[in-house]
């Protein structure tokens, strides 16, 4: 089991920036990928940034590309998130995810979400 905790969330006016942390434990040792996932209120969860713990591959949706960063600390199995030039349409609730592999079975774990809400 790999508990997941987010936190960095808040409200900012349009224009500004947040950190979002999701810091994880439990049978952290099996996490390859972590990434970030967001739900607006009426709209289905969209992957916002991926990053692989080894080698911090990252991936972005479109709509991110060149204000969001993705980052991981490998160590510690923690995935941050900055956020600059926050848009109205960026106001979501956050949630992490992880994908593990232990012993030979894939699974993925959601932190509890935090709330973002971008001010116009």
């Known amino acids: 089991q790999v508990q997941l905790v987010e936190s960095g969330g808040g409200l900012v006016q349009a224009g500004g920036s947040l950190r979002l942390s999701c810091a994880s434990s439990?049978?952290?040792?099996?996490?390859?990928?972590m990434a970030w996932y967001r739900q607006a209120p009426g709209k289905q969860r969209e992957l916002v940034a991926h990053?692989?713990?080894?080698?911090?591959?990252?991936h972005y949706d479109e709509s991110v590309i060149g204000r969001f960063t993705i980052s991981r600390d490998n160590a510690k199995k923690t995935v941050f998130l900055q956020m600059n030039s926050l848009k109205p349409e960026d106001t979501a609730v956050y949630y992490c995810?992880?994908?593990?592999?232990?012993?030979?079975?894939?699974?993925?774990?959601w932190g509890q979400g935090t709330q973002v809400t971008v001010s116009s």
């Open positions: 439990g049978d952290t040792f099996g996490i390859y990928a």
């Open positions: 990053i692989t713990m080894i080698g911090g591959s990252a």
């Open positions: 995810n992880a994908d593990t592999r232990i012993w030979g079975v894939n699974s993925d774990y």
